[in-house]
């Protein structure tokens, strides 16, 4: 039977740190010729070695530390070591990581790889080994061909993917881009016939087709196919083109009926839509007197309309134009028949209005006021009045007619009258009258003038002497 391992000797630097009773200096770290046998590796204990000699020389080992009182007797040399546990050796020294294993190295590359021996349908290939062989060996060789060149392809651009429409006139220049390897045959197709090259200019390059039309036209419409072909591969791609044109005239419109102050019309679609679809109608009128015509509807949608406000007493004609997305046709269709709007038991009697009388007696607004004016200085009198028709107006001085002595001035002007005394004396002094008179009757306003003397010292008239 085995005997139990042997105890695990403490180094003399661990006593040493559990005898002291006070903390000491760390104590330097024991030589490695002091650690025991038992804390070496599991797998280098495994081994059978004899204790006298080493694994290799078979010389002499140095004589073994000396056992203490208290430890067991040594196991016999020939029985075998058993590891130490787990246990006492991560006390010591953490267990390392194992080390990983070297990569594998891989072959190199065969060496001088060259064709020979081509035929129709055969070819030798020839190689030497690989100067660096891997280190799993060489298992044998790997054969592979690449076809030269690649499939055509059809690289349709987004904005070709739907309905491609140009108005009759203007110039078309698509670009269809595509790859192949070696350079593909391209050729059209429109609706699955050749395309006309009197009227479709076709360029290729290496990786473009372009479709080019100078000046569209209605037959140019329809759908246009290109095919891409490499020896047995080949690419299509279908684009749709579409030219259009200002629709025609709807086909016919009539009157159907007037009544009130309203005219029904009705019409037909165009015959020629422009090849496009018809989007809406305008809708005109015109009055025979003037001939001038008005849009009373404008991108209407039926075929059938009612035109209100009609003038009592006019006729109309009507016309219709028709739209598209290209824009209103150029001609019309216009109603043979003409809505006239009667005047049915309506008589206009004008209202009778009394004429007012603006005759009026003459009447003075504002009086003359009495006045005082000094000998030798200009004076004037004042008065306003009214009175239709216009009243004739005559100054008085001292009831007797002024006249047209040129000592005074006489003015009437928009109701305004006035007298004006020129360097009055003082025998122009008295009671002034103004008289307006007119087939109504007569009004008068008086006042008094007084004309004063200046009176000079007798210092002053002296000096005047």
Request: glycine share 6%; charged share 25%; aromatic share 6%.
């Given at each position: 039977?085995p005997s139990k391992p042997a105890p695990m000797k403490?180094?003399?630097?661990?006593?040493?740190?559990?005898?002291?009773?006070?903390?000491?200096?760390?104590?330097?770290?024991?030589?490695?010729?002091?650690?025991?046998?038992?804390?070496?590796?599991?797998?280098?204990?495994?081994?059978?070695?004899?204790?006298?000699?080493?694994?290799?020389?078979?010389?002499?080992?140095?004589?073994?530390?000396?056992?203490?009182?208290?430890?067991?007797?040594?196991?016999?040399?020939?029985?075998?070591?058993?590891?130490?546990?787990?246990?006492?050796?991560?006390?010591?020294?953490?267990?390392?990581?194992?080390?990983?294993?070297?990569?594998?190295?891989?072959?190199?590359?065969?060496?001088?790889?060259?064709?020979?021996?081509?035929?129709d349908s055969s070819l030798t290939i020839k190689w030497?080994?690989?100067?660096?062989?891997?280190?799993?060996?060489?298992?044998?060789?790997?054969?592979?061909?690449?076809?030269?060149?690649?499939?055509?392809?059809?690289?349709?651009?987004?904005?070709?993917?739907?309905?491609?429409?140009?108005?009759?006139?203007?110039?078309?220049?698509?670009?269809?881009?595509?790859?192949?390897?070696?350079?593909?045959?391209?050729?059209?197709?429109?609706?699955?016939?050749?395309?006309?090259?009197?009227?479709?200019?076709?360029?290729?390059?290496?990786?473009?087709?372009?479709?080019?039309?100078?000046?569209?036209?209605?037959?140019?419409?329809?759908?246009?196919?290109?095919?891409?072909?490499?020896?047995?591969?080949?690419?299509?791609?279908?684009?749709?083109?579409?030219?259009?044109?200002?629709?025609?005239?709807?086909?016919?419109?009539?009157?159907?009926?007037?009544?009130?102050?309203?005219?029904?019309?009705?019409?037909?679609?165009?015959?020629?839509?422009?090849?496009?679809?018809?989007?809406?109608?305008?809708?005109?009128?015109?009055?025979?007197?003037?001939?001038?015509?008005?849009?009373?509807?404008?991108?209407?949608?039926?075929?059938?309309?009612?035109?209100?406000?009609?003038?009592?007493?006019?006729?109309?004609?009507?016309?219709?134009?028709?739209?598209?997305?290209?824009?209103?046709?150029?001609?019309?269709?216009?109603?043979?028949?003409?809505?006239?709007?009667?005047?049915?038991?309506?008589?206009?009697?004008?209202?009778?209005?009394?004429?007012?009388?603006?005759?009026?007696?003459?009447?003075?607004?504002?009086?003359?006021?009495?006045?005082?004016?000094?000998?030798?200085?200009?004076?004037?009198?004042?008065?306003?009045?009214?009175?239709?028709?216009?009243?004739?107006?005559?100054?008085?001085?001292?009831?007797?007619?002024?006249?047209?002595?040129?000592?005074?001035?006489?003015?009437?002007?928009?109701?305004i009258c006035s007298l004006e005394i020129r360097k009055?004396?003082?025998?122009?002094?008295?009671?002034?009258?103004?008289?307006?008179?007119?087939?109504?009757?007569?009004?008068?306003?008086?006042?008094?003038?007084?004309?004063?003397?200046?009176?000079?010292?007798?210092?002053?008239?002296?000096?005047?002497?």
């Amino acid at each position: 039977m085995p005997s139990k391992p042997a105890p695990m000797k403490k180094s003399p630097a661990k006593k040493a740190v559990e005898n002291a009773p006070e903390p000491a200096p760390e104590p330097r770290p024991a030589p490695p010729a002091e650690a025991p046998p038992a804390e070496a590796p599991a797998e280098e204990a495994t081994s059978a070695v004899p204790a006298e000699e080493t694994p290799t020389t078979g010389e002499a080992a140095p004589a073994a530390a000396p056992i203490a009182e208290d430890s067991p007797a040594l196991p016999d040399a020939d029985a075998p070591i058993e590891a130490a546990p787990a246990e006492a050796a991560l006390i010591e020294e953490p267990q390392k990581a194992p080390t990983p294993p070297p990569p594998a190295v891989p072959s190199s590359a065969p060496l001088n790889v060259s064709v020979d021996d081509v035929n129709d349908s055969s070819l030798t290939i020839k190689w030497k080994t690989p100067e660096t062989v891997g280190s799993s060996g060489l298992s044998g060789y790997t054969v592979e061909y690449r076809k030269d060149g690649n499939k055509p392809k059809v690289r349709l651009p987004r904005s070709l993917r739907s309905r491609y429409v140009k108005k009759v006139g203007e110039q078309i220049n698509l670009v269809v881009p595509f790859i192949g390897k070696p350079k593909p045959a391209v050729s059209w197709l429109k609706d699955g016939q050749p395309v006309d090259t009197k009227r479709v200019n076709i360029r290729n390059s290496d990786r473009d087709s372009i479709l080019f039309i100078r000046s569209a036209q209605r037959e140019d419409s329809g759908i246009y196919e290109m095919t891409v072909k490499v020896e047995s591969f080949e690419d299509k791609a279908a684009l749709a083109i579409q030219t259009v044109d200002l629709p025609g005239p709807p086909s016919s419109v009539k009157l159907v009926d007037a009544w009130g102050f309203n005219a029904a019309l009705e019409w037909t679609p165009p015959k020629d839509n422009g090849n496009s679809d018809i989007t809406g109608y305008t809708v005109q009128k015109a009055d025979k007197k003037t001939g001038e015509w008005f849009t009373v509807l404008e991108h209407y949608h039926r075929l059938t309309a009612t035109v209100s406000d009609l003038i009592m007493g006019n006729s109309y004609l009507f016309r219709v134009f028709s739209e598209n997305q290209v824009g209103r046709s150029e001609s019309s269709a216009v109603t043979k028949k003409v809505a006239t709007i009667q005047k049915t038991g309506i008589v206009y009697k004008p209202p009778e209005y009394q004429e007012h009388d603006f005759s009026e007696a003459p009447k003075f607004t504002t009086p003359l006021i009495d006045r005082a004016a000094t000998v030798g200085y200009t004076t004037k009198l004042l008065c306003s009045v009214r009175g239709c028709p216009k009243p004739k107006i005559e100054w008085l001085k001292n009831q007797m007619i002024i006249g047209n002595d040129p000592k005074f001035r006489q003015i009437s002007n928009q109701g305004i009258c006035s007298l004006e005394i020129r360097k009055p004396c003082s025998f122009d002094g008295g009671v002034y009258t103004c008289r307006a008179k007119n087939a109504q009757g007569e009004a008068v306003v008086s006042c008094k003038l007084e004309v004063k003397q200046v009176i000079l010292p007798e210092a002053d008239k002296e000096k005047g002497k």
